[in-house]
């Protein structure tokens, strides 16, 4: 069993910065490739990033590129997204989730855990 908790959201002002984490509890998490999704209002949700076991492989959504960035410590069992630049288009509740598969899946619906989610607002 594994359990996520996601923190670091808030409100920012556009071209501001966050740092979300991810943080794990449960005894296998170094077995799982860990996903960010977020979900904004009346809209799909869509994958952000997500990154292997080991770190050694990492994707982004095209929009996130060069202004994300994921990274992950399995001995604190946390992942992070670093996000800069961010835009009014960025405000959505963001997830994270795990999935144990070996590489990482675009479907959320593949992902067994999720946290509760942490609100993202950009706004001046």
């Known amino acids: 069993q594994l359990q996520l908790a996601e923190s670091g959201g808030g409100l920012v002002q556009p071209g501001g910065s966050l740092r979300l984490s991810c943080a794990a509890s449960?005894?296998?998490?170094?077995?799982?490739?860990i996903a960010w999704f977020r979900q904004a209002p009346g809209k799909e949700r869509e994958g952000v990033s997500c990154?292997?076991?080991?770190?050694?492989?990492?994707d982004y959504a095209d929009s996130m590129k060069g202004r994300f960035t994921i990274s992950r410590d399995n001995v604190k069992k946390t992942v992070y997204l670093q996000m800069n630049s961010l835009k009014p288009e960025d405000t959505a509740v963001y997830y994270c989730a795990a999935i144990s598969t070996p590489v990482c899946q675009s479907d959320y619906n593949l992902y067994a855990y999720w946290g509760q989610g942490t609100q993202v607002t950009v706004s001046s």
């Open positions: 449960g005894y296998t998490f170094d077995y799982y490739n």
């Open positions: 990154i292997s076991t080991s770190g050694g492989i990492i």
